[in-house]
């Protein structure tokens, strides 16, 4: 998905979601809740193009500012709390931004969490860059390696070491 996205970024100018681009990161993201959540979620193609191409044509020098904004305009849309709107910023711009969920929440911060507020994602997005940067990864690879590791094993772990003793491990 990542790389259909990126190929619309080339192609539309100014850049958006149409409503089944949007709804194709909502069944990702959702898995088996997306049908559960149907009845409370944007439809309107028009409302999820201007909504997301305001949230997308936001930069800012402040990079947290930046997060923010993008994070409160998706944010608006009925439906989308701060979980998908990550989903949604980490397909468009990858680069930038990691998905979180309780997995990875669990693996980095030690405790249980299911209801995440933007400051929230902030604190994620700043460990995990901490993290890519000191191993030489993207926030995508540290990402979804700290899932997978929660995936496989679900308990709270020092995930950090394991991550080093991979990226020393030769091969």
Do not use: N
Not at 3 to 19: D, G, V
Not at 90 to 105: G, M, N
Not at 135 to 163: C, F, K, N, P, T
Request: with cysteine.
């Amino acid at each position: 998905m990542k790389e259909k996205f990126q190929r619309l970024r080339r192609q539309r100018e100014p850049f958006y979601l149409t409503a089944s681009e949007f709804d194709e990161i909502l069944r990702w993201k959702l898995r088996g809740q997306y049908a559960r959540l149907r009845s409370r979620r944007e439809t309107d193609d028009r409302v999820i193009r201007e909504v997301t191409q305001a949230a997308f044509r936001i930069v800012h020098p402040d990079r947290e500012y930046q997060l923010e904004l993008r994070m409160g305009i998706l944010c608006t849309l009925r439906g989308v709390g701060v979980p998908v709107a990550s989903a949604v910023l980490a397909l468009v711009f990858p680069e930038e931004y990691a998905v979180i969920d309780y997995r990875v929440w669990r693996q980095v911060f030690g405790g249980l969490k299911s209801s995440f507020r933007i400051s929230d994602y902030k604190r994620y997005l700043h460990r995990v860059s901490e993290l890519a940067k000191e191993l030489g990864w993207s926030v995508q690879e540290v990402d979804l390696a700290i899932w997978e590791y929660d995936r496989r094993h679900g308990r709270i772990s020092d995930v950090q070491d394991q991550m080093r003793e991979e990226a020393d491990a030769p091969g």
